[in-house]
């Protein structure tokens, strides 16, 4: 059974998420941490086990535009993440509209009374399964 896989990227952080068999729930997996922007090589091979481990066929990842639906620099070194993940996954890696993920999963986490402290542990894989679940959404409501 194949899954799709929800990332939300960013500088020193991979947040992962993964679809259940049917494409109908994400799941939080996990944060994937690096020491800086540039060491990718680790992030990249824990990917790819993940895929392998999941059967994953198709990657969304979070693309963080500007509220005023402009691409800065975070973006960009997101669409340049996609082609490394492309190249190097040889599957299709959709870029997702991610505005408020962070405050969304800021949210859930307030909600389910994570510590202040402890929530920087689980933003990332909290917003990698909103941005995976908002996916999820979209296409069961174009069925």
């Known amino acids: 059974m194949s899954r799709i896989m929800g990332l939300d990227y960013g500088s020193k952080t991979v ?21 800086s922007e540039n060491k990718q090589r680790r992030t990249l091979a824990r990917i790819e086990e993940l895929i392998t ?13 500007h509220m005023n639906d402009t691409i800065g620099e975070r973006a960009e070194k997101t669409i340049e993440f996609q082609q490394i993940l492309i190249k190097r996954m040889g599957l299709e890696v959709e870029l997702w ?5 962070s405050v969304e999963a800021e949210n859930i986490l ?7 402290a402890d929530r920087k ?10 941005i995976l679940q908002g996916y ?3 296409v069961a409501t174009k069925k």
Request: overall charge neutral; aromatic content about 8%; hydrophobic content about 45%.
């Open 97 to 101: 509209d991610e505005r408020l993920t």
């Open 110 to 116: 307030i909600e389910a009374r994570v510590s202040r």
């Open 136 to 138: 999820l959404n979209f």
């Open 121 to 130: 542990k689980y933003i990332d894989k909290i917003a990698a399964s909103v």
């Open 15 to 35: 947040g992962v998420a993964i679809s259940d068999p049917l494409f109908l729930t994400a799941q939080a997996v996990e944060t994937i941490w690096r020491k």
């Open 53 to 65: 481990e999941y059967e994953v066929e198709k990657i969304i990842l979070g693309l963080p535009k």
